[in-house]
Nanobody
Framework: QVHLVESGGGLVQTGGSLGLSCTAS????????MAWFRQAPGKEREFVAG????????YYADSVKGRFIISRDNAKGTVNLQMNSLKSEDTAVYYC???????????????????WGQGTQVTVSS
């Protein structure tokens, strides 16, 4: 059974940094596009960042571009999200996800993803 487990969430002040990590098990990891989504209270789950199977292509939501960095280590089966210059509006539960059929066109669509982690809370306080 596939498992995606996120870690690294927590409380941070505005302007601070936080790193999230997601470890996959029972997944042919390098065959999947990986992404991070987030969901704030009362809002829909939204795309944050995605990365192709080979790490050559990375995609970001406009709201995080220039502040967040997504990376992956296929040997370890991990995908990471480094978040810098955090703002209060970044407060949300962050989810790791895997898409076998991911493409640059579809990877922003949460309905395309095959597997999800349980989420990790990120709270940015002013």
């Amino acid at each position: 059974q596939v498992h995606l487990v996120e870690s690294g969430g927590g409380l941070v002040q505005t302007g601070g940094s936080l790193g999230l990590s997601c470890t996959a098990s029972e997944l042919d990891f390098d065959r999947y596009w990986m992404a991070w989504f987030r969901q704030a209270p009362g809002k829909e789950r939204e795309f944050v960042a995605g990365i192709s199977r080979t790490t050559n292509d990375r995609y970001y939501a406009d709201s995080v571009k220039g502040r967040f960095i997504i990376s992956r280590d296929n040997a370890k089966g991990t995908v990471n999200l480094q978040m810098n210059s955090l703002k209060s509006e970044d407060t949300a539960v962050y989810y790791c996800s895997a898409d076998f059929n991911g493409t640059p066109v579809t990877m922003r669509d949460r309905n395309q993803y095959d597997f999800w982690g349980q989420g990790t809370q990120v709270t940015v306080s002013s």
